[in-house]
């Protein structure tokens, strides 16, 4: 049975919009997703869908991963993503099994990545947390208010994983502006 996807909030696309970038939470037993438009103009980025793909936990390791393997293929095949946001592992020296087993889910979602031929955008989490509220140290808290006043959101998206995932792909927008402008800015720069 394949892996049931949870909605938080819908906004189907009527086609594939060059831009989209895909937010990932990885998690075994719930992994965020949030698709991203990059601003058009002033505007801030646009939300299309952001929800969770939930794996269930009394099954193996490997049964959970490949659940996920077909929540993201659903999702990226109904979207078209232009790239893949991920946050890159941290292991807390006290907790390593922790990110040992969050590197499964997080391999899964690079794999699937990379067969869609997606670019891959790897984020540091303090790099999130100072692109969303100027600090590498900001609480859940403060990146989740961040992310539910930049797309004007009534409440907080939930669970967590939602609101993660959205940070994320906010995050990949974001990275991916700053690169596209500082090439343009150097192929200006250069003298015929």
């Known amino acids: 049975m394949p892996a049931a996807r949870t909605r938080s909030t819908v906004r189907q696309p009527t086609a594939t919009v060059p831009g989209l970038v895909l937010g990932i939470d990885p998690g075994l037993q719930r992994t965020g997703y949030a ?64 990110a040992i087993l969050m590197g499964h889910a997080r391999g899964v979602v690079l794999l699937q990545a990379a067969r869609a031929g997606l670019e891959i955008i790897p984020l540091a989490a303090t790099h999130v947390k100072k692109l969303l509220t100027g600090s590498g140290r900001a609480t859940k808290r403060q990146v989740q208010l961040a992310v539910t006043a930049t797309f004007n959101l009534p409440t907080v998206p939930e669970p967590d994983d939602v609101a993660d995932a959205l940070a994320i792909a906010l995050s990949g927008v974001r990275y991916r502006e700053a690169h596209t402008t500082a090439a343009a800015d150097k192929r200006r720069r250069v003298v015929p």
């Open 35 to 98: 698709l991203v438009l990059p601003r058009a103009g002033p505007r801030e980025p646009r939300l299309l869908e952001a929800g969770v793909i939930r794996l269930r936990s009394q099954r193996p390791l490997a049964e959970r991963l490949a659940e996920l393997e077909v929540g993201l293929q659903s999702i990226m095949r109904a979207f078209r993503p232009a790239a893949l946001a991920c946050e890159e592992l941290y292991a807390h020296y006290r907790h390593p099994r922790t």
